[in-house]
């Protein structure tokens, strides 16, 4: 399903049924475990908001692993960045403004 924001950005949601075993895991343990990445605008901590809601509203528990660091590029979260000892439940990325026009660098990062 595609989807056409008012930024103009199009997004493939993907299907969606593929998270149903995490967000029973997540419901069990009312616990959630959430890696973010990017550059300063994760740094400053753009998804506090949405963590403050999963903690008031689903009454969750959460985990923030935050990598974000100011003035970097999606290859530094690839190289230096050591993802794998983390197991998040949901990994939030924003390289938004530093890596503009790296498709297949994003492409790495998700895989």
Do not use: W
Not at 4 to 12: E, P, R, S, T, Y
Not at 71 to 86: G, M, P, Q
Request: negative net charge; glycine residues 10%; proline residues 3%.
């Amino acid at each position: 399903m595609l989807q056409v924001h008012d930024l103009g950005l199009v997004a493939n949601m993907g299907n969606l049924m593929t998270f149903l075993p995490v967000l029973r895991r997540v419901k069990a343990r009312k616990a959630l475990d959430l890696l973010v990445l990017g550059g300063s605008i994760t740094a400053g901590g753009y998804y506090a908001e949405f963590v403050r809601q999963l903690e008031s509203l689903d009454g969750l528990s959460v985990t923030v692993h935050n990598h974000g660091h100011g003035a970097t590029e999606i290859n530094y979260s690839l190289f230096c960045v050591d993802i794998d000892r983390y197991e998040p439940d949901l990994v939030l990325i924003d390289f938004s403004v530093n890596d503009y026009g790296h498709p297949k660098l994003m492409d790495a990062l998700i895989r």
